[in-house]
């Protein structure tokens, strides 16, 4: 079976007979009852292999092609995005919560921005981050689009990439509040969906049109 055969939010393995799907998990968060599904799943099915992902989702690895849908009902959660060209997730730090480094609410600010741009269509792949201090855990100058909270607020920053090309992402505002992070966001995402090539991440973009260009079309 070829990738391109693959059953519903599954990602073919190397062994070209079994699949990885990756429940969503908003910014990390998994219930009780999830994690009572998970593990109900991981024993009817035989998963083999569950994996925490640098994106805080859980893979489940190993799973046979004719297990996936009933495991998908079983769940009950939403399915996962991985290789669609689209917002994948949004990661973040306990930031305000629990964390005694923590100078701002990273949890409650990533649920909001997961609720508005997860899923939502995009030339490439997008990765979201939010960390609730600058020390930065939740790697948002290596996202496509990352925030990083500080006591003055938010700061913004787009075009970081982790892979084989890293960058780091640019500052584009400082000082923000959560609203002025949610408007800014909403601006940088739309001007990429609009003016991105297929399949060009976000450091790619900004390599190509360069970030002053970009920050002039975004805060005018």
């Not at 393995?13 to 991981?42: H, K």
């Not at 092609?65 to 995005?81: F, M, P, R």
């Not at 509040?177 to 060009?200: D, F, H, M, P, W």
């Amino acid at each position: 079976m070829s990738a391109n055969d693959a059953p519903t939010g599954a990602i073919l393995q190397r062994d070209q007979q079994t699949y990885a799907i990756v429940p969503r998990t908003p910014v990390g968060l998994i219930s009780p009852e999830v994690l009572e599904a998970l593990n109900l799943v991981v024993k009817k099915y035989a998963v083999p292999i569950v994996k925490i992902t640098s994106g805080q989702r859980l893979a489940l690895v190993g799973v046979k092609a004719e297990d996936v849908d009933a495991i998908w009902k079983d769940l009950g959660t939403d399915v996962g995005q991985a290789l669609e060209l689209c917002v994948h997730f949004v990661q973040a730090c306990p930031g305000t919560s629990v964390c005694k480094f923590g100078v701002q609410d990273s949890l409650g600010l990533g649920l909001e921005m997961e609720k508005l741009f997860v899923g939502r269509d995009l030339p490439g792949k997008f990765k979201l981050s939010v960390s609730g201090c600058p020390f930065c855990c939740s790697e948002s100058f290596v996202r496509d689009l990352g925030v990083l909270g500080k006591k003055s607020g938010w700061t913004v920053i787009f075009g970081g990439h982790p892979g084989a090309r890293p960058r780091i992402g640019d500052v584009v505002a400082e000082d923000l509040t959560k609203e002025q992070v949610i408007e800014l966001s909403e601006k940088l995402i739309g001007y990429y969906a609009a003016n991105a090539k297929k399949r060009e991440r976000a450091a790619r973009f900004v390599e190509r049109l360069g970030i002053e260009a970009i920050k002039q079309a975004v805060l005018g």
